[in-house]
């Protein structure tokens, strides 16, 4: 689907309003305020650009609204990459954008989904207990900090164990004053 901004931008009449290409124009020259002039004027046929392209596994945390913020940035961040090739190829070139944006971040989205093997827990015998917990953590910490100080809480967990008081029998009584 191909958006015109020429469409999107009626002029109403008012010679005071500046065309697309004056605007677009002032933006490769590092005006500011006409770019944002240009991403205030593309939001909405963006969004239309956009509009259910979201998968629903990935509404819960992804939004068009994310979407076009990292757009916007990207924009003003590589206007100077803009090449103008007439009305319409402004928001052309940010649907482009908005479009790869989406595109990265269900990549990214579905990455966090899989678990690397290496960070995978296997359940074993030793599992049932707080020690096989941290024996599995210690396998899977990277640092040899990290691994020595798993490893030396397991040793320590059955003799702080074995110090801790008997559970009381019924109910529990308040400390006197």
């Known amino acids: 689907m191909s958006y015109h901004m020429a469409e999107t931008w009626p002029n109403n009449g008012d010679s005071s309003e500046l065309s697309e290409l004056e605007i677009v124009s002032a933006a490769l020259s590092g005006d500011a305020g006409a770019m944002e002039q240009l991403l205030a004027k593309s939001e909405a046929p963006l969004r239309t650009a956009l509009a259910g392209q979201i998968a629903q596994p990935f509404q819960a945390v992804l939004d068009v609204d994310d979407v076009i913020q990292v757009t916007f940035i990207e924009a003003f961040l590589r206007i100077g990459q803009f090449t103008d090739r007439g009305p319409g190829s402004f928001l052309a070139w940010l649907t482009t954008l908005a479009r790869n944006n989406l595109r990265d971040a269900i990549k990214a989205?579905?990455?966090?989904?899989?678990?690397?093997r290496h960070r995978m827990v296997s359940v074993g015998a030793e599992s049932d207990s707080y020690e096989g917990l941290l024996a599995q953590l210690g396998?899977?910490?990277?640092?040899?900090?990290?691994?020595?100080?798993?490893?030396a809480a397991v040793p320590g967990t059955r003799s702080s164990r074995r110090s801790w008081p008997a559970r009381p029998s019924g109910p529990p009584v308040a400390p006197r004053a």
Do not use: F, N
Not at 139 to 151: D, Q
């Open 109 to 116: 989205l579905r990455a966090e989904k899989r678990i690397p």
């Open 139 to 151: 396998s899977t910490t990277t640092t040899p900090s990290g691994v020595a100080a798993v490893m």
